[in-house]
């Protein structure tokens, strides 16, 4: 059986729609109808008449997708592929750092669990996280769950942010340290270092250019080389994109296994037999879509 032809056939026989994050395998952003970040990917479900979509991507974007788009079936193929970081924030934690600043707005980076972006004011992406900040009305800020994002937003704002918890963190953009930046400096002399926000400080000050995977794709026309600061699948995605353009991961094992958990055969059992379905509390998705809408708000002013 060929399960790329197989599943070509399902999508089209349930009309369903493939929608799959930049650091999915090869094979599974190929077969994708779109291929982007998180929201990038809901907004476009949004637009489409599919009655089903397929989410290839870590826990808290299928619930994102159901979010967004609470009329259509959401299916994620694969349970199990979770993002730890959105795990490591809890809603008791936001509730304890409102005690503690009653005052202050709550920023939650998307990279949360719908529970937790019940109790928010706003949510950010990576690559608006700046505006939303700077736009709402707060000198004090309650930010989760990302250390380094927090970093990134607060130098760029000169607002008070309270990272919650104080140790979030991505697995992966965690793993670069200043000796990639040497070396990647040594090998690739004539590259330039593009630096997602959840890496390290000291890594974001090597930066020539600071971007999300979305502002990596408009950023990449720059220049002809790049050392990619990200997750290793990135450089498949941009390398597509801008075939004459030379992109190498600053790490060749920088992977997130969650998202690598994610196959062609399990995309194929979730279409045939429509399993793993997204579901979310009504008053939950309610009070999330309520903070996400109130980011493109903060991005309007």
């Keep these: 059986m060929n399960l790329k032809e197989e599943i070509l056939r399902l999508k ?9 994050h930049n650091y999915q395998r090869p094979e599974i952003q190929d077969i994708a109808d779109f291929i982007g970040d998180s929201l990038e990917l809901s907004m476009k479900a949004k637009e489409t ?11 808290f974007m299928a619930e994102v997708a159901k979010i967004v788009n609470p009329e259509k079936k959401v299916l994620h193929p694969e349970p199990k592929a979770k993002c730890p970081m959105a795990a490591m924030l809890k809603p008791e934690m936001i509730l ?14 998307i990279n949360t669990t719908a529970k937790c972006k019940a109790y928010a004011d706003a949510i950010c992406t990576s690559a608006n996280a700046v505006e939303v900040v700077k736009n709402i009305d707060s000198d004090i800020v309650i930010f989760g769950p990302d250390v380094n994002l927090a970093y990134y937003v607060e130098k760029r704002t000169g607002k008070r942010i ?5 140790y ?8 670069f340290e200043p000796k990639d930046v040497w070396e990647a400096r040594k090998k690739y002399p004539n590259a330039k270092l593009l630096v997602h926000p959840e890496c390290i400080p000291e890594i974001q000050e090597e930066a020539d250019e600071i971007a999300s995977t979305g502002q990596m794709i408009k950023k990449a026309c720059l220049h002809d080389e790049w050392v990619v600061f990200t997750e290793r699948e990135m450089c498949y995605r941009l390398s597509k994109i801008y075939p004459n353009k030379k992109f190498y991961p600053a790490r060749e094992d920088a992977i ?5 958990r994610i196959t062609l055969e399990k ?24 903070a996400i809408e109130n980011m493109f708000k903060l991005m309007k002013k």
């Excluded at 599919?50 to 991507?57: E, K, P, R, S, T």
């Excluded at 979030?168 to 793993?175: K, P």
């Excluded at 995309?267 to 309520?290: G, P, T």
């Design 162 to 166: 309270i990272p919650i918890p104080e």
């Design 12 to 20: 089209k026989e349930k009309n369903a729609i493939i929608l799959a």
């Design 267 to 290: 995309v194929y059992e979730s279409l045939k037999y429509e399993r793993f379905e997204v579901k979310i509390n009504e008053e939950i998705m309610k009070r999330a879509k309520i």
């Design 168 to 175: 979030g963190h991505c697995r992966v953009h965690i793993m």
């Design 96 to 109: 304890e750092a409102k005690r503690r600043y009653p005052n202050a707005k709550v920023v939650l980076y």
């Design 256 to 260: 997130c296994i969650n998202m690598k």
């Design 49 to 59: 008449d599919a009655d089903i979509i397929v989410f290839c991507g870590v826990d």
